[in-house]
């Protein structure tokens, strides 16, 4: 069994080298490979579709990284994993403000792979770690989320868990390979105003480092 995981930065991917993959993947008949992919859903698919260009298949597609909470329920430290994505920022603005563009005839939302206006991420890999990590529904954005205003205007738009920069790149890009996903997004900081002492990445990073150790050890079962 091949596994990808592929992250968006270089602070990311260490979470997988100190979740000790390297030495489980000799004793448990998978290989691991990692792609770091670059910040951003243009970054992300280029750099993943490269990938697969390059003539590799994996078996199953690992997206992991930090992420933005819109849940006071998410602390940071606390591991997801998202199962729906939107990207939140497609759209366009009229005198109402702004529209996603699957309320207009711009996107096809009967279209495969989008359903209504989100990507799904739901296969027998999700299905069974559903019961370890809890499941979320994520949007993808092109800016951090930073003041008040948009808190409220993404919770009222799409009810996020959480927010990321590229999770719905790498289920559109899964879902037309038709290659497996699973994503686990690691909560690093509440969305909103950036105050100092309200992100902790390294908690994050730490807390994305056992939950990637605890998942390769259930997926080679499968």
Known sequence: MEILFLFATEAEAGALRHSGAPAS????????????SGVGSVSTAWHFKNYLCAGNRPDLVINAGIAGSFRETLTPGAVVMPVSDIFA??????????????STSLL???SYPFSGEKLLCRNRYTEKLSVIFKPADAITVNTVTGTEESVQRLRRLYDPDIETMEGAAVFYVCAMEKIPCVALRSVSNYAGPRSKGKWDTDKALKSLSDALNELLMIIPQE
Do not use: A, I, P
């Open 25 to 36: 993947s000799v004793n448990t008949r998978f290989t691991v490979s990692s792609l770091v």
């Open 89 to 102: 920022d497609l759209g366009m603005e009229d005198e109402n403000g702004f529209r996603h563009l699957s």
């Open 108 to 110: 096809n939302t009967g």
